[in-house]
């Protein structure tokens, strides 16, 4: 395999895989990269890797806050889906979702008018499909080409990841299950489902209003500063709601016991034991 490039703040071996990092969502106020540094062994056979260190992706509560997505990796590489991703054509049309492992390689970054993307070819039933634009939130970044590396390395990986992406749907069912106990979950649905059809309806009044003039427009622009007066009481209901189900949350958080007690997580974990123990610090990605 070719020897991997070095690049800033990174020492880097050559010939294994190199994690770069996460995809690193933030708001715009945040800066900063999470960049993986120092080495490890994998196995006796296999070359040094970089211990990685990872970026969870950081999203506000607020109901009216925008999280804008950017990705600080390499502009080119390749890597795996970690959860499942929403994926588009090159023209932006949804294509749903990727399933979390799916091997993905990248020539490029693209910025949309909401987030960064990247430009991919991803693996599917054993070939490779694309190219394709994959949101970049919840992803683990190598730097290089899937070709150069080991093929038994890719393959472990592959079923690492999605083996965690298992984990991780199963713990989140656990977790809607348990929430949906909460006395709140209702009315905390319906205040912010109310408050969301507030904004969009006022926004299309608005568009609206725009494109009139005279008598028609001076009816629609007051129509809308009611709406917007009344929408500073539902946003206030919807904060109430909100704060009464996370207090409860808070008051009722799931104990890890009931995690570890789900008979399909430890069948998932039984299988992630060898590869974490096989891949050592690529492991650490998670």
């Known amino acids: 395999m070719e020897k991997m490039k070095k690049m800033t703040c990174l020492v880097v071996a050559a010939v294994a895989p190199v994690l770069i990092v996460s995809a690193q969502a933030q708001t715009s106020r945040s800066a900063g990269t999470s960049i993986g540094s120092g080495l490890t062994s994998l196995k006796a056979s296999q070359k040094t890797a970089p211990e990685p260190k990872h970026a969870e992706p950081q999203k506000e509560d607020r109901a009216e806050a925008v999280t804008t997505v950017t990705f600080s990796g390499p502009t080119s590489g390749w890597g795996f889906t970690k959860s499942p991703t929403p994926y588009y054509t090159v023209d932006g049309k949804n294509l749903g979702t990727l399933p979390g492992g799916t091997l993905l390689d990248y020539s490029s970054v693209k910025t949309t008018s909401k987030n960064m993307v990247l430009v991919a070819k991803v693996k599917q039933g054993g070939d490779w499909t694309g190219p394709f634009l994959l949101d970049c939130s919840s992803l683990a970044i190598f ?83 009611e709406m917007k007066s009344e929408q500073t009481r539902i946003k206030a209901e919807a904060d109430k709601e909100a704060a009464n189900y996370k207090a409860w949350k808070l008051a009722n958080t799931i104990p890890p016991a009931r995690f570890q007690a789900d008979p399909e997580i430890v069948a998932l974990e039984k299988q992630l034991a060898p590869l974490k123990t096989k891949l050592g610090a690529l492991a650490t990605s998670e």
């Open 143 to 225: 730097e290089g080409k899937p070709d150069t590396v080991d093929p038994e390395i890719v393959s472990d990986l592959t079923q690492f990841f999605t083996l965690k992406a298992k984990v991780a749907e199963r713990k989140a069912e656990i977790e809607k299950t348990e929430y949906e106990k909460n006395a709140h979950f209702q009315s905390a649905k319906r205040a912010q489902e109310r408050y969301a059809k507030s904004i969009s309806d006022a926004k299309e009044l608005s568009d609206k209003a725009e494109k009139q003039t005279g008598a028609a427009r001076t009816k629609s622009l007051t129509q809308l500063r």
